[in-house]
């Protein structure tokens, strides 16, 4: 079991700056992914950035050029630097961690953390 606590959303005006956290804790194997998805009202669930073990990263159209996911190994953190903020970021954001490689691999989620963009 892996357990995930997330931490930093709030709200923000236009053109500001947010700095999500996630920490895992439990049983994690060496090969994992960490990575944040979000949700606005209405829409569904998306991924905004991903980064695995080795530092390989995946950031969706949307925020490329805005948003930087980092992670720390020894901490088993990953971070979301969240610059010129727009209103249409404004979601609940979640951490997600993929635990072990792609044949045994097993998925967990955080409780998410409320990030609002105001105008």
């Known amino acids: 079991q892996v357990q995930l606590v997330e931490s930093g959303g709030g709200l923000v005006q236009a053109g500001g700056s947010l700095r999500l956290s996630c920490a895992a804790s439990?049983?994690?194997?060496?090969?994992?992914?960490m990575g944040w998805y979000r949700q606005a009202p209405g829409k569904q669930r998306e991924l905004v950035a991903a980064?695995?073990?080795?530092?390989?990263?995946n950031y969706a159209d949307s925020v490329k050029g805005r948003f930087t996911i980092s992670r720390d190994n020894a901490e088993n953190t990953v971070y979301l630097q969240m610059n010129s903020l727009k209103p249409e970021d404004t979601a609940v954001y979640y951490c997600?961690?993929?635990?072990?490689?792609?044949?045994?691999?097993?998925?967990?989620w955080g409780q998410g953390t409320q990030v609002t963009v105001s105008s």
């Open positions: 997600h961690f993929q635990n072990g490689p792609a044949r045994d691999t097993a998925y967990y």
């Open positions: 980064i695995d073990n080795v530092g390989m990263k």
């Open positions: 439990g049983r994690i194997f060496s090969i994992n992914v």
